[in-house]
Each structure stands twice: as structure tokens, then as C-alpha cells.
Nanobody, 116 residues
């Protein structure tokens, strides 16, 4: 069984920062990629950032230069550092993991609210 647990969300003023964490548990994982998605009320879930099993990182253009994805392999945790937050970043943020065998797993989400 694979479990992903997000943490680190909260309420922050515009211009502030938050660091989200995604703790990964499970044995025998062969990871293709991990990533962050977000979903604002009334909107579809959208991709935010991705890190491959080999460490290649990509972030969506709308958060480029503000958000950074990273992974601590020793602690089995993935992070999303979010700087210069804007009200439009308000959403529930989800982490996911895609296995080489094709299985996809999601966390329960963590709320990020940015006030103006």
C-alpha cells in the first residue's frame, strides 16, 4: 500500500511563503514521477509541478520563479516551496505519485488560502 500525506497548508497574506510537504510511505516503490496539483473551488484540478524519479523538475508557467519542487530521498518526503503567494494561488493542493508500473496515488490534500 502506498500512502501520501500532505501537510504545511494554511492561511497566508499575499506575498508570503509556505512550504508544503508530502510524506510517502510504501514498500517496493519504483517511482516514475511525483508531483503537485491544485484545485480551486469551481475549477478543475490543475498540474503545478513535477519531479521525475531521476530528479528532473518541471513547474507550470503560472508558478514559475515562485514555486520550487524538491524531494528528500532519505526522508521520503517531497516538498513544494511557494514564495510570493498570490490570492489566485488559493486552492487545495494535492501530491501524487506515479509508479513505473503505472499505478497512481494521491494524497488527501492540504488547503492553501492566500488573503489579499
Amino acid at each position: 500500500q502506498v500512502h501520501l500525506v500532505e501537510s504545511g497548508g494554511g492561511l497566508v497574506q499575499a506575498g508570503g511563503s509556505l512550504r508544503l510537504s508530502c510524506a510517502i510511505s510504501g514498500s517496493g516503490l519504483s517511482v516514475s514521477s511525483m508531483g503537485w496539483h491544485r484545485q480551486a473551488p469551481g475549477n478543475q484540478r490543475e498540474w503545478v509541478a513535477r519531479i521525475s524519479g531521476g530528479g528532473t523538475r518541471n513547474v507550470a508557467n503560472f508558478v514559475k520563479d515562485r514555486f520550487t519542487i524538491s524531494r528528500d530521498y532519505a526522508k521520503n518526503v517531497m516538498y513544494l516551496q511557494m514564495n510570493n503567494l498570490k490570492p489566485e494561488d488559493t486552492a487545495v493542493y494535492y501530491c501524487n505519485l506515479v509508479e513505473l508500473a503505472g499505478g497512481t496515488y494521491w494524497g488527501q490534500g492540504t488547503q492553501v488560502t492566500v488573503s489579499s
